[in-house]
């Protein structure tokens, strides 16, 4: 008698299906197979905001290997005609009837009471732009010399869309070119912020002890420092005699040496985390080399992570070499940065006369927010809890 | 709390002395010294008359010694020529360019510098915390939406150019300067109310440029820390209780935000202290930063140091009172871990 009413034992005679207990549906299939980047970039994708923003990065990045074609004029080209020439507007219809983008000239008079140019739009002289046309000539890459520009002005014409400064040099083709230092000045300090945090926090996490101690001491110190006073006094004892190459570069690793302590905390938890797991464990157990444990097993389980996080330091960088370049301590001409273009704004009492010389606000400003929209969505992308 | 807030100002002393080490490594950095370079200067201009009285500077100061001994006399714990005579002594230094003690140099702006940081601190507490209140609570309203797009742009917008344009649009607009701490003719006045006054109208632009990019980050951190708060359960049963929703708020999650929220403002201190450098070089403010520029742009190297030590002192006070706060507020931090 089976008083404690338990149910009798049971075997299934059927054969086992290994599938049977769930079937996967194909999507969810490629998503249990795709790899953690690919998941990544569909999480990605679903922020409109942040994708939006890589568009828009990835079109001012295009200005970094062919501002030479984009920009109709170099930066550093002088025109005594047009001191300080305001923007010409561009048109399409000249006394009611099309003729395609044109600017019209500018006419320039003395005005001897304030002693300045005053400019003019000559109404008749319609100047049509070129558009793949060959205009002066440039060396592309440092490879071969070419002259082909995606734009140019009339023949014996002028195009300064954005105006120009006190020496008649064209700021938008400024713009164009100082894009190519302001927007790889964040790269290369982030890769370098990126090596060192990742060796110093790797020492920190993976040995622990004194190693750690030391470290975090070092940290701490540098977290609890402004940052730009440093960055001031640092670029400040770059040697004048330098090249604007070796000035550009020295400014790149002063960025990027302030900038590691934040990445080195994340990977030191990380690494804490992350070193306690079985596999880990098991690797040390087998003979394996720390290094190899750290590169094989354990970085691969953060460095989206810290891709995302590096990231959101770009704008910070980018935003200091503009502030040392504007405060005369950076790049000076004739390299092009928007900081050095923004160094012609200092005195406020021509940037009210002459309000184009701000013009390198605007492609911070967005530059900068579209950076952090982009690393907002690229650090949630790489969360794997979200 | 006495003992954790002696052991706090302790562990400050190592620190002191790893910063101005850095700092003294960061002013050596360029080649040579304020007077070798004139003295380089004058030889080659084949005039060797001042040469002499340049070489005593030289010795005077110290500057013709070994690096470490440079270090030590400066801060004050070697003889110099006129024996312990350092930062220890409270000799804050020579400046070359103005030929004058640092002291006399830096001195009146050393005020400016501390009531404007401070200004700026106190504008990011007092504005976020509000702003942080309102927009967890009346989460996906048309209130928090503007101030969350309001702040993203503040917290993109660097504030040497926030500082630049607003520069330009007071000028356009209103003709005025807003540059300047207080109005022209009380520069080189003794104080009065009248100044005090002047002062205080004249700091609301640099507190406002200096603060909006941390007064967006507060806001952001602590409306995600209330919100965290506000989903637990606890205030759920609090509100089943039937407790009123000002006291439940006050109560219990408010205080629970507030921690990460004091901390935090500690972590912001190092950039708003950067920022007030910068903005008070761009609107012309009587605060370190022009000074620091100058002596770096000149190599003035005692002036410089001494400026960029007082920045980080400053800083570190900074995170100490934070520090401190923190640990009036959380038992936790004050009893050392031990409930």
């Known amino acids: 008698m089976n008083m404690r009413n338990e149910p009798e034992h049971y075997v299934n005679p059927d054969a086992f299906n290994p599938s049977h207990a769930e079937t996967l549906t194909p999507e969810q299939e490629r998503y249990y197979q795709a790899s953690q980047w690919t998941i990544m970039w569909w999480k990605f994708r679903r922020h409109r905001v942040a994708v939006w923003s890589g568009v828009i990065l990835i079109l001012f990045y295009l200005c970094v290997p062919f501002a030479e074609v984009i920009a109709p004029y170099s930066p550093n080209q002088r025109s005594n005609d047009h001191l300080y020439a305001p923007p010409q507007t561009l048109r399409l219809f000249h006394e009611g009837s099309f003729v395609g983008p044109f ?30 046309c060959f205009g002066p000539q440039y060396r592309f890459w440092g490879l071969f010399d070419a002259s082909f520009h995606l734009v140019c002005p009339a023949k014996d014409g002028t195009l300064y869309l954005l105006g ?37 926090g790797g020492l920190a996490g993976f040995f622990g002890g004194l190693i750690d101690s030391a470290i975090q001491r070092v940290i701490e110190i540098l977290r609890s420092l402004p940052e730009l006073p440093l960055w001031m006094a640092l670029s400040a004892a770059l040697p004048v005699t330098w090249s604007p190459v070796w000035i550009y570069l020295g400014i790149t690793v002063i960025l990027g040496l302030l900038d590691w302590p934040g990445l080195a905390r994340a990977v030191r938890s990380k690494l804490l985390a992350l070193r306690e797991e079985e596999y880990a464990k098991a690797a040390l157990l087998m003979g394996a080399k720390p290094s190899r444990v750290i590169r094989k097993h354990l970085l691969p389980g953060f460095t989206s992570h810290i891709i995302a996080s590096a990231s959101l330091s770009i704008p910070a960088m980018i935003l200091g070499e503009t502030a040392l370049s504007y405060l005369n301590l950076g790049l000076r001409r004739p390299a092009v940065s928007w900081g050095v273009l923004l160094n012609e704004a200092q005195d406020i009492s021509v940037v009210v006369i002459y309000p184009w010389l701000m013009a390198p606000v605007v492609p911070i400003i967005i530059v900068v927010l579209a950076f952090n929209f982009l690393g907002d969505g690229l650090r949630d992308a790489a969360d794997p809890y979200k | ?154 917290l993109a917008t660097p504030n040497f150019l926030l500082g630049l344009i607003m520069l330009y649009f007071a000028n356009l607009w209103f003709g005025l300067s807003v540059g300047g701490l207080m109005a022209p ?155």
Request: overall charge neutral; cysteine-free; glycine content about 8%.
């Open chain 1, 164 to 200: 120009t400064d006190r020496l008649g040099r064209d700021v938008f083709s400024g713009l164009v070119y100082g894009a190519r230092l302001s927007l790889t000045v964040g790269l290369i300090g982030v890769t370098i912020s990126i090596v060192l945090g990742l060796f110093f």
């Open chain 2, 1 to 154: 709390m006495l003992y954790y807030i002696l052991r706090r100002v302790l562990t400050m002393i190592p620190t002191l002395f790893v910063i101005s080490l850095l700092t003294f490594v960061i002013i050596e950095l360029p080649a040579g010294d304020y007077i070798s370079n004139q003295i380089a200067a004058l030889r080659a201009t084949g005039e060797s008359a001042s040469i002499a009285k340049l070489e005593f500077l030289r010795a005077e100061f110290a500057l013709d010694r070994p690096f470490l001994e440079r270090y030590l006399i400066w801060i004050g714990l070697w003889p110099g020529v006129h024996g312990f005579d350092g930062l220890l002594q409270g000799n804050w230094g020579w400046s070359f360019e103005y030929e004058k003690p640092v002291s006399e140099v830096v001195g009146p702006t050393l005020p400016l510098t501390i009531v404007l940081n401070t200004a700026t601190i106190l504008f990011v507490y007092v504005v976020s915390f509000p702003i942080g209140i309102y927009s967890a609570t009346r989460q996906y309203s048309w209130g928090d939406y503007g101030f969350t797009f309001i702040g993203y742009i503040g």
């Open chain 2, 185 to 339: 003719e009380y520069i080189g006045q003794p104080w009065s109310v009248g100044k005090a006054l002047s002062v205080l109208a004249h700091l609301i632009v640099p507190t406002v440029v200096i603060g909006t990019a941390g007064t967006a980050a507060m806001i952001r951190r602590l409306r995600a820390n209330l919100l965290d708060e506000l989903h637990k359960q606890y205030v759920t049963t609090a509100r089943a209780k039937g407790l009123r929703e000002s006291r439940l708020l006050v109560k219990y999650p408010l205080r629970m935000a507030l921690n990460p929220f004091i901390a935090d403002i500690g972590n912001l201190i190092p950039s708003l202290v950067s920022g007030s450098v910068i903005v008070s070089v761009v609107l012309n403010l009587p605060t370190v930063g022009p000074v620091l520029l100058n002596a770096l742009q000149s190599q003035d190297q005692f002036l410089a140091g001494f400026i960029l030590l007082f920045v980080a002192v400053l800083t570190l006070i900074g995170m100490l009172v934070s520090d401190l706060l923190l640990a009036v507020l959380d038992p936790r931090i004050r009893l050392g871990g031990k409930a």
């Open chain 1, 103 to 132: 600017v019209y000239g500018l006419k320039a008079d003395i005005d001897l009471e304030t002693v300045r140019w005053v400019y003019t739009e000559d109404r008749q002289d319609v100047q049509p732009l070129r558009f793949f």
